[in-house]
């Protein structure tokens, strides 16, 4: 989930799965909701 202030009141985006996520504040990032959920689990 990413939340984002406009115009006063927050937008929230909801990503899961191979949906890319889109950032505000990183729009460079290009990560899927699995991969980073999936990085959490390396060792």
């Not at 202030?5 to 990183?26: A, M, N």
């Not at 290009?30 to 390396?42: N, P, S, V």
């Amino acid at each position: 989930m990413v939340c984002s202030l406009e115009e006063g009141e927050y937008r929230v985006s909801k990503f899961r799965g191979d949906d890319r996520i889109q950032s505000p504040t990183f729009p460079q990032l290009d990560l899927t909701a699995e991969q980073i959920f999936r990085a959490g689990t390396l060792s």
